[in-house]
């Protein structure tokens, strides 16, 4: 069974694993995301551009963005 819309592509995160990659889940509302990644961009951590679209979510009126941030080695 498959949830995602017709018309909305899976992201793929699928790829080589790096230690350096760090990627960042926001879910709930859209005005609750929007001011998570706002706050981050006000932190100076990222910019709103770096995050994925607003996506759907199974739960209505919630959606989910999707930051992939690579963290230079400590």
């Known amino acids: ?5 017709p018309d909305q592509p ?8 790096s ?3 760090l990627r960042v889940l926001a879910i709930g509302s859209p005005q609750v995301v929007d001011s998570f990644v706002m706050t ?3 932190w100076g951590y990222a910019r709103p551009e770096d995050w994925s679209r607003p996506l759907p979510t199974i739960n209505p009126g919630e ?5 992939t941030k690579r963290i230079s080695s400590i």
């Open 40 to 42: 981050l961009f006000h």
């Open 63 to 67: 959606v989910m963005r999707i930051l």
């Open 1 to 5: 069974m498959s949830f995602r819309e």
């Open 19 to 21: 230690p350096d990659v």
């Open 10 to 17: 899976f992201i793929d995160l699928r790829d080589r694993p």
